[in-house]
């Protein structure tokens, strides 16, 4: 059974930087690929960033292109974000989740086996 957790989520002043784990379990990383998305209160989910590890693509939305780097560390099979130069839009819970097609590589409709969440919170 695939298992997403996610972790490194908190607090920071904006223009600070947070690294967001994603440790699976029942499931290899590196065989396809993984997306990392966010949710604000009454917002739709957005796909932030994504990786397919065998085709070496990432994509990245225009939101934080620039700030943040996906990657992957397949021996701990675990997917991170790295987020820096933060912004209070920022703020929303962040999941990441497990390609299921290589179409519409941000949608969340191409996602599944989400992870619970990680809260991130950017003040001004």
């Known amino acids: 059974q695939v298992q997403l957790v996610e972790s490194g989520g908190g607090s920071v002043q904006a223009g600070g930087s947070l690294r967001l784990s994603c440790a699976a379990s029942?499931?290899?990383?590196?065989?396809?690929?993984m997306g990392w998305f966010r949710q604000a209160p009454g917002k739709e989910r957005e796909g932030i960033a994504t990786?397919?590890?065998?085709?070496?693509?990432?994509y990245y939305a225009d939101s934080v292109k620039g700030r943040f780097t996906i990657s992957q560390d397949n021996a701990k099979n675990t997917l991170y974000l790295q987020m820096n130069s933060l912004k209070p839009e920022d703020t929303a819970m962040y999941y990441c989740?497990?390609?299921?097609?290589?179409?519409?590589?941000?949608?969340?409709?191409?996602?599944?086996?989400w992870g619970q969440g990680t809260q991130v919170t950017v003040s001004a």
């Open positions: 990786k397919y590890q065998l085709a070496g693509i990432t």
């Open positions: 989740a497990v390609a299921l097609t290589t179409r519409a590589p941000l949608s969340p409709h191409s996602f599944g086996y």
């Open positions: 029942g499931y290899t990383s590196s065989s396809a690929g």
